[in-house]
């Protein structure tokens, strides 16, 4: 009888058959791929809301699983199956196989409340059959079938009373929608974000953009303040690391202040074996590490390292999407994610323009040398926090290793922008302490130094530079930060440097062997008027302190420093043509 066509109404009956059935297939294989989504669909549905016996059986296989805690992965439905004795009634391994494939495009409760209103009609229909039924029986008792009808009428009215505020569908509630003040939005430390927003961190090889990133959650981990915002409490932080190696990670960890007792709620992920991410695969592995870890913040570094797709095919970042990072965004999750500029930078990060479409904001992060760094929001999709970020990298090196606690990000003020600026007084001390010369080193052996370094500055500046190193000490430049760190205390040197010895060399930040220095240097003098910084000859004010060596009036910023000497009067100096 295969050379015959149906009646139309049974070709349209085995359609909306197979569609119906295409339904729970997508329930169930959501449910393998996405397990974030059970919640939301085991609210809408039960073993008994499926037509086909063998998708229940599959069904009561999954959230076993999901009550013991364990992966809801195909291959451990069909080994729950086998243990129950129930896989042939799931219909075998194969068709448990094949319906794995069924991933509902992230939308778990479209499918799942198809499949309870198909459910619904049978449950209406096979009601009105036995109301009929009861109602034209010739041995039928009054109201037999208002009886019926009532029964019917309490499951229904229990069930959705269950449901109610356990989910709302895919429809906003209105009463709920314009209660909430979505104006009082607190972000989340750092100002980078709100919770739940997802990010783009984009920046030039070598940027730091992983430095940066990495000690901003780790402070958010740890509820220390970041970019001059206040400290907050801890938010668990799940930072996934295909980029960096073990040992860039432990001295980055360290050079912050990290150590292993003082990590928060920071969980790292250092190349993990997960599937990529634009696979359903790979967003369920993706969950199931962020179910493991707590996470309310999950950062990828860097985003290309996990994707099976070309860079450049706008799929790749549509699948990514809708396999992993919507399952995030629905759970309430935040996402961070790194990526580098194209060879064109203003064109902002390299592959499709796609990849960025889903994103509420994108920060690129540029180096300007002698640390400096801007961070700027070049798209916006809120437009809650500020736009831009001018910040100082700064490091502490003793020898090999950086020193616990010296390395930070730090918003750039007037003073520190003027301390970093390539070819000042203050960047030219910072490249003499990195070149390790000693404070007390005169003007030839510096100029020395520098010239093998092929450092050309101005002659003046170089003695600027000598005599403000010289005199460091007394102008009181700290050799600490002033935030106080479990691993030290501000303004104490470091270990086996003593007062006059050389200072721990500022480098360039762990990691990054092409960075420029970024430390601080000291608070900058003032330029002396004359000769080696006295005022000049018929300047005494009376109003002002004399110099306790020359006997001159100190400059007024001099004075209020709290100094009785010019700088070229320090006895410790031995500058002064008079000292002894």
Same mark, same amino acid.
């Given at each position: 009888?295969?050379?015959?066509?149906?009646?139309?109404?049974?070709?349209?009956?085995?359609?909306?058959?197979?569609?119906?059935?295409?339904?729970?297939?997508?329930?169930?294989?959501?449910?393998?791929?996405?397990?974030?989504?059970?919640?939301?669909?085991?609210?809408?549905?039960?073993?008994?809301?499926?037509?086909?016996?063998?998708?229940?059986?599959?069904?009561?296989?999954?959230?076993?699983?999901?009550?013991?805690?364990?992966?809801?992965?195909?291959?451990?439905?069909?080994?729950?199956?086998?243990?129950?004795?129930?896989?042939?009634?799931?219909?075998?391994?194969?068709?448990?196989?094949?319906?794995?494939?069924?991933?509902?495009?992230?939308?778990?409760?479209?499918?799942?409340?198809?499949?309870?209103?198909?459910?619904?009609?049978?449950?209406?229909?096979?009601?009105?059959?036995?109301?009929?039924?009861?109602?034209?029986?010739?041995?039928?008792?009054?109201?037999?079938?208002?009886?019926?009808?009532?029964?019917?009428?309490?499951?229904?009215?229990?069930?959705?009373?269950?449901?109610?505020?356990?989910?709302?569908?895919?429809?906003?509630?209105?009463?709920?929608?314009?209660?909430?003040?979505?104006?009082?939005?607190?972000?989340?430390?750092?100002?980078?974000?709100?919770?739940?927003?997802?990010?783009?961190?984009?920046?030039?090889?070598?940027?730091?953009? $992983? =430095? @940066?990133?990495?000690?901003?959650?780790?402070?958010?981990?740890?509820? *220390?303040?970041? #970019? &001059?915002?206040? %400290?907050?409490?801890?938010?668990?932080?799940?930072?996934?690391?295909?980029?960096?190696?073990?040992?860039?990670?432990?001295?980055?960890?360290?050079?912050?202040?990290?150590?292993?007792?003082?990590?928060?709620?920071?969980?790292?992920?250092?190349?993990?074996?997960?599937?990529?991410?634009?696979?359903?695969?790979?967003?369920?592995?993706?969950?199931?590490?962020?179910?493991?870890?707590?996470?309310?913040?999950?950062?990828?570094?860097?985003?290309?390292?996990?994707?099976?797709?070309?860079?450049?095919?706008?799929?790749?970042?549509?699948?990514?999407?809708?396999? $992993? =990072? @919507?399952?995030?965004?629905?759970?309430?999750?935040?996402?961070?994610? *790194?990526?580098? #500029? &194209?060879?064109? %930078?203003?064109?902002?990060?390299?592959?499709?323009?796609?990849?960025?479409?889903?994103?509420?904001?994108?920060?690129?992060?540029?180096?300007?040398?002698?640390?400096?760094?801007?961070?700027?929001?070049?798209?916006?999709?809120?437009?809650?926090?500020?736009?831009?970020?001018?910040?100082?990298?700064?490091?502490?090196?003793?020898?090999?290793?950086?020193?616990?606690?010296?390395?930070?990000?730090?918003?750039?003020?007037?003073?520190?922008?003027?301390?970093?600026?390539?070819?000042?007084?203050?960047?030219?001390?910072?490249?003499?302490?990195?070149?390790?010369?000693?404070?007390?080193?005169?003007?030839?052996?510096?100029?020395?130094?520098?010239?093998?370094?092929?450092?050309?500055?101005?002659?003046?500046?170089?003695?600027?530079?000598?005599?403000?190193?010289?005199?460091?000490?007394?102008?009181?430049?700290?050799?600490?930060?002033?935030?106080?760190?479990?691993?030290?205390?501000?303004?104490?040197?470091?270990?086996?440097?003593?007062?006059?010895?050389?200072?721990?060399?500022?480098?360039?930040?762990?990691?990054?062997?092409?960075?420029?220095?970024?430390?601080?240097?000291?608070?900058?003098?003032?330029?002396?008027?004359?000769?080696?910084?006295?005022?000049?000859?018929?300047?005494?004010?009376?109003?002002?302190?004399?110099?306790?060596?020359?006997?001159?009036?100190?400059?007024?910023?001099?004075?209020?420093?709290?100094?009785?000497?010019?700088?070229?009067?320090?006895?410790?100096?031995?500058?002064?043509?008079?000292?002894?």
């Amino acid at each position: 009888m295969e050379n015959v066509r149906p009646f139309p109404h049974q070709q349209a009956d085995r359609d909306g058959l197979e569609e119906q059935l295409d339904a729970e297939r997508f329930v169930l294989g959501t449910a393998m791929n996405q397990p974030n989504d059970i919640k939301t669909m085991r609210a809408l549905i039960t073993g008994s809301t499926f037509q086909r016996p063998a998708h229940e059986v599959i069904w009561t296989a999954i959230l076993n699983l999901v009550d013991r805690g364990d992966s809801t992965y195909f291959t451990a439905v069909i080994a729950e199956l086998d243990r129950s004795k129930e896989l042939r009634r799931a219909g075998g391994i194969n068709y448990i196989t094949q319906v794995n494939d069924y991933v509902g495009g992230g939308d778990a409760t479209h499918w799942a409340s198809k499949v309870r209103d198909a459910a619904d009609l049978r449950e209406e229909a096979n009601v009105g059959r036995l109301i009929l039924q009861r109602a034209t029986a010739p041995d039928a008792e009054p109201g037999a079938a208002t009886v019926v009808y009532e029964e019917f009428a309490r499951r229904r009215r229990e069930r959705d009373e269950q449901q109610t505020g356990t989910s709302d569908g895919p429809f906003l509630n209105w009463q709920t929608f314009f209660a909430t003040d979505f104006g009082k939005v607190e972000l989340l430390p750092g100002r980078l974000m709100a919770p739940g927003q997802q990010i783009a961190v984009v920046g030039e090889g070598k940027a730091g953009k $992983s =430095l @940066l990133v990495q000690e901003w959650l780790w402070r958010m981990a740890t509820g *220390l303040p970041f #970019l &001059g915002d206040r %400290a907050h409490d801890p938010i668990p932080v799940l930072y996934i690391d295909a980029e960096n190696g073990h040992a860039d990670i432990q001295a980055r960890l360290i050079s912050y202040g990290a150590g292993p007792d003082h990590m928060g709620l920071l969980t790292y992920a250092s190349f993990p074996p997960i599937r990529p991410l634009d696979t359903p695969g790979g967003g369920q592995d993706l969950l199931r590490l962020v179910d493991a870890s707590g996470a309310q913040l999950v950062c990828l570094d860097t985003v290309s390292r996990f994707i099976s797709g070309p860079e450049n095919d706008a799929d790749t970042w549509l699948a990514l999407y809708r396999c $992993s =990072l @919507l399952p995030l965004k629905r759970a309430g999750k935040s996402s961070v994610r *790194l990526d580098h #500029l &194209g060879k064109d %930078a203003e064109r902002g990060a390299r592959g499709s323009s796609a990849k960025t479409q889903d994103v509420d904001h994108v920060w690129e992060l540029r180096a300007q040398g002698g640390g400096s760094l801007t961070l700027k929001r070049t798209y916006t999709r809120t437009g809650i926090g500020p736009d831009h970020f001018a910040i100082v990298r700064q490091a502490q090196q003793d020898g090999d290793t950086y020193r616990p606690g010296g390395t930070r990000h730090v918003l750039m003020t007037w003073d520190t922008e003027a301390e970093h600026t390539e070819g000042s007084v203050e960047w030219l001390i910072d490249q003499i302490d990195a070149l390790g010369l000693p404070d007390d080193a005169g003007n030839p052996r510096t100029k020395a130094a520098l010239a093998q370094a092929d450092i050309r500055i101005a002659k003046t500046k170089i003695e600027a530079a000598v005599r403000i190193r010289k005199n460091r000490d007394n102008l009181g430049s700290p050799n600490g930060f002033p935030e106080t760190f479990p691993e030290g205390v501000p303004g104490e040197r470091s270990p086996g440097t003593s007062k006059g010895s050389q200072k721990p060399q500022v480098k360039h930040s762990p990691g990054t062997p092409g960075e420029p220095p970024g430390t601080a240097g000291s608070p900058p003098s003032p330029p002396p008027k004359e000769g080696k910084g006295e005022e000049a000859p018929g300047s005494e004010d009376p109003q002002l302190p004399l110099c306790t060596v020359c006997g001159r009036s100190l400059t007024a910023d001099w004075a209020h420093r709290g100094y009785d000497t010019h700088l070229g009067c320090d006895p410790r100096t031995g500058s002064h043509p008079d000292a002894a």
